[in-house]
Structure formats: C-alpha cells, structure tokens
C-alpha cells in the first residue's frame, strides 16, 4: 500500500482505538442510569451470596471437626501397622491387586522358589520402612523440599496426625519422630490460622476458606546435629597486630526442617514485600496439601497410585530385601 494519504487514514484510526479505554469500569460509565442502578442491585444480591457462602464453609469446617474423630481410629489402626505394632490379620490383608494377579501368572517355578525365600528373610522387616519419608518423596511438591541430610531424620518420622480448630477456624499438623540422635523432640508441630469470611474491602474476591497465618515450633536440635544450618569457618585479619584468627558462622541452608519455621511479616509494615509473599503463599499450599491429601491417602502416595498427573508426583522406588 504506497498511498500516503490512506496510510494517514489507517494510522489515525489505529491511535484512536488505542486511546479508547475498554476496561469494565469504562463500561459501566458508558450505561443507562437505570441499568446502572440495576447492576447496583444484582451487585448487592452477590454480596448476599457471598454472606451464604461463608456460612457454608464454616459449617463445613464444623463437619470437618467432627468427621475427623471419627477417622481418628482408623487412622491409628492404619498407625500401628506402619509402626510394626500391629500385623495385619489375612482377613485385613484381603484387599484385591491386578498387578499382583498378573505378576503371579508370569513367573515361573524357579522365580517363585526365590521368592518364598526372600519371604522369610523379610519377616525380620518391622511395619512399613521409611513410610511417610517414601510417601512425601512421592510428591514433587515435597520431594523439592527434601534435601540428603534430612532423610536420615525422616526416617524415624512414625506418623503424621491433623489436629483441627473450631474456634478459630485451623488446623495443627503433628510430625511424631521416634527417639533419635538429631533432636529430642516426640513432637513438631505446624498450626494453621484460617478464615472463611470475605475481605471488607473486597468481598467479591471470596472464593471460600483461606489460610491467613501460621506459626512452626522450635526445634531442639542436639550439637552439631541442626540440619538447617551450615557451619563456615573463616580467617580474619587484625587490622593493626597484622595476626590472623580463625571465626566460625552459621548460614542458613535448604532443609525440609524449615518448614517449621515459617517467614515472619514485620509487624511495622502494613505490605509484605513480594518475596515474603511468595514464601508465605508456597508454606500455606503446602501446610493445605499435606492436611488435604497426604494424610488422609498416605498409603496412596507411598505407592504412587495417588498421583492423577504425572507432573504431580515423582515415583520413588521402595527398598527390597536381599
């Protein structure tokens, strides 16, 4: 196209369509002042919704609490079974596997014989080894968190409870450790502060409950043993006697064992800054996802069979008797 007066044309109305503003408040402006005293009203009957809405959640929150004593013996049947407490009965073990179907009529004799040895020598092994550490490996979520110094502590991680809070709405997460040489902790604990209410100031954002604090607990970890920490020796020189001395500092590094210690928003600052945001944001998926899907199906993620995505979880193979 060489003509310069349609070119003109062309680019005039091209500036023209971007100074327009499209945006919904714009909009809204543009309306009929009957409409616009209409869309007030249905705006109005919204917020109503979202009063009822709120409700609901509580009152599910309150279902919640209750259904959780009644999981409670379950979940410790299911405890003692990884713990090596309790051996399951043939009638408790009588649970339907297609793998296990198929795998049967493939093997041969000689394969089978080998088996049933290994059998024997695996009734030395106590419960579940490495349960809950092979079930949280399982997720990409926590397997990221996980680094080589905490496997060895989470190995003597016995089980994982939820305790839920009415008033005010939350919950507590239990890690119960047996007796080992890193803390001297039974116990640490997670508790979460949750809200089911909308924002005064924006209640039309409300999409149900949401977690709003959280608070970790202090680990007492025994000498040289803290895993959060790393030890940096470095030499320093006097300025004036020219001698030279040998400080030793901690730094922080990655370990699962930070998640029990959450980042604290000062509370001199009306905004987090970004950074903290994010952190606090990624704590709070993660304190919700441990309550929502790990506790409830940890045998599920122990085998993998909980993932629905792949993306989801990382397979991580259990140990095998020699």
Request: overall charge negative; glycine content about 4%; hydrophobic content about 35%.
């Amino acid at each position: 196209m060489q003509n310069p007066e349609v070119l003109s044309a062309i680019e005039t109305k091209l500036a023209g369509m971007a100074d327009v503003d499209s945006s919904p408040s714009a909009h809204m402006k543009n309306l009929p002042k009957p409409v616009i005293r209409r869309v007030k009203a249905l705006k109005k009957l919204q917020f109503d919704m979202i009063q009822m809405e709120s409700k609901f959640y509580e009152e599910v929150h309150q279902l919640e609490c209750k259904y959780a004593e009644l999981y409670a013996p379950i979940l410790e049947k299911r405890n003692e079974i990884v713990s090596g407490e309790v051996e399951p009965t043939d009638e408790q073990c009588d649970w339907p596997s297609d793998e296990e179907d198929d795998e049967e009529a493939a093997l041969a004799a000689e394969t089978k014989e080998k088996l049933a040895l290994e059998d024997v020598s695996a009734e030395d092994i106590k419960g579940v080894k490495s349960f809950w550490l092979i079930a949280f490996k399982n997720v990409d979520l926590l397997a990221s968190m996980i680094q080589e110094n905490d496997e060895p502590i989470l190995e003597h991680l016995t089980n994982v409870k939820v305790q839920f809070s009415a008033e005010p709405m939350g919950f507590t997460l239990e890690f119960h450790f047996s007796p080992n040489e890193y803390f001297t902790d039974k116990v640490l604990t997670k508790s979460y502060e949750m809200r089911a209410e909308p924002d005064e100031e924006d209640p039309f954002s409300f999409e149900g409950p949401e977690i709003v604090a959280c608070q970790g607990c202090v680990i007492n970890w025994n000498k040289g043993k803290n895993v959060t920490v790393r030890v940096i020796k470095k030499k320093q020189k006097h300025q004036k006697s020219g001698t030279t001395r040998t400080i030793t500092k901690e730094e922080q590094q990655d370990s699962f064992f930070n998640f029990f210690t959450p980042p604290a928003p000062e509370l001199d600052e009306e905004e987090i800054d970004h950074e903290t945001e994010a952190l606090l944001q990624a704590d709070y998926e993660i304190g919700h996802f441990i309550r929502e899907r790990i506790v409830p199906r940890a045998v599920l993620f122990y085998t993998g069979e909980a993932c629905e995505d792949v993306s989801e979880c990382t397979h991580y193979s259990t140990y095998s008797v020699l």
